[in-house]
């Protein structure tokens, strides 16, 4: 999903961070940084949580959580990493729990190309003027996405986390872009970025390894290739799916798209079109991908009948059950209008074989500086949309 840029969503939410570290810290030293970032509320260290007590996996075309199989139901808070008050991270995991949300799908990216003024948290930067980049494992850094495992371990819930952004916010890939030249199109085989890209996965996935609380890694939020042969994008989602298994085989690993480029069902719509440079299919065939995803937004989309989503979910599930993988339905919403055709892609997605789990676009809260970011398909907790959208659907399950 196109997020609302980074200067307007920290502006939004009050992120603050007391000072600017940039660090090449180790993994061996991680607890000591974790120490530093979780709650006194919580003495837990980051994988023995008893409340998220093991690894997320692939059962059939379903999922086993914590010994559980079934459908689950979750949502997205790309924003919940940039918030420097504990409390507020807290609260969220709360709600969700009490709520029935079991997964939860956060950015694990925030690129920029200088450092931001003060009270901005960031994780990466790219110098254009060195030509290096630096991980931010401070406070305003790494530390932030730490305390939001940690939560999750405390309160059972799982994390899906993207390493980068197809879209410029959060810097994304015109953020590599800018420091080394080249293309967004580039991004996928330029061998330096490529080489900047997979140091920071390491250094991600170094940290929560062990940790229960990750769902799953995703390669990028979003990634297209426009008029790029297929092979490009399908070529780099097996190399780099590899290399993430290559460090940690405790946990699943998928792509991040939004399902584009599909045969199955296809009524030749921009959608089921290869524009993007994406093959839905080819993708999900990589060894290493355990599961697809899908996202849906028709009026962005340039799809006038919302009834059109129910085939996209449909058609999907077919090519995932085909390849013997589950599909979630990661991100689905309709610009103010949460309980009326979004409502009717829940159950559809709900009654059909080979789609696992779904993940509304996007939760809302009051935090302690105000409302959550509002992009329009913001669903506030308690809110009067609430409980059709939310509580009602996760009553079926």
Not at 22 to 45: Q, R
Not at 143 to 149: E, I, K, M
């Amino acid at each position: 999903m196109r997020s609302l840029s980074s200067v307007a969503v920290l502006s939004a939410i009050g992120a603050a961070s007391a000072q600017f570290v940039t660090s090449s810290t180790p993994a061996s030293t991680f607890s000591t940084a974790v120490s530093s970032a979780v709650s006194p509320t919580s003495s837990t260290p980051l994988g023995s949580s008893a409340a998220s007590s093991s690894f997320a996996k692939v059962d059939g075309l379903g999922f086993n959580i914590d010994g559980e199989s079934k459908y689950f139901a979750g949502t997205n808070s790309y924003w919940l990493p940039f918030q420097t008050n504990n409390v507020d991270v807290d609260s969220v995991f709360k709600h969700l729990q009490e709520s029935g949300l079991k997964i939860l799908r956060i950015w694990g990216f925030n690129d920029v190309n200088q450092v931001p003024e003060a009270g901005t948290v960031y994780f990466q930067l790219h110098d254009k003027t060195t030509g290096t980049s630096t991980i931010n494992t401070g406070t305003d850094g790494l530390q932030r996405l730490d305390y939001a495992v940690s939560a999750a371990e405390k309160y059972g819930i799982k994390l899906i986390i993207p390493f980068v952004n197809y879209w410029d916010d959060y810097g994304g890939m015109n953020a590599y872009v800018t420091a080394y030249g080249g293309s967004k199109t580039e991004w996928y085989t330029d061998e330096k970025m490529q080489s900047v890209y997979q140091t920071y996965i390491k250094a991600v996935v170094s940290r929560y390894s062990d940790s229960p609380a990750i769902f799953a890694w995703e390669l990028a939020n979003e990634p297209r290739c426009a008029g790029c042969q297929t092979d490009v994008i399908a070529n780099w989602v097996a190399k780099t799916s590899s290399y993430i298994k290559s460090l940690d085989s405790n946990h699943m690993v998928t792509t991040g798209e939004e399902g584009m480029g599909l045969t199955v069902g296809s009524d030749g719509s921009y959608p089921y079109t290869e524009t993007e440079g994406n093959d839905f299919a080819k993708n999900l065939a990589a060894p290493d991908i355990d599961f697809g995803v899908f996202h849906l937004y028709v009026a962005d989309w340039g799809i006038t009948d919302n009834a059109w989503g129910n085939d996209w979910i449909q058609s999907h599930a077919k090519v995932c059950e085909a390849a013997g993988k589950p599909c979630i339905f990661e991100e689905y919403g309709i610009k103010n209008d949460h309980c009326s055709a979004s409502l009717q892609w829940q159950k559809t997605a709900l009654a059909t074989s080979g789609n696992a789990a779904d993940l509304f676009w996007q939760y809302g809260e009051q935090l302690s500086t105000g409302p959550s970011p509002d992009d329009n398909y913001t669903i506030y907790y308690e809110s009067e949309d609430w409980k059709c959208a939310v509580t009602d659907h996760v009553s079926q399950i």
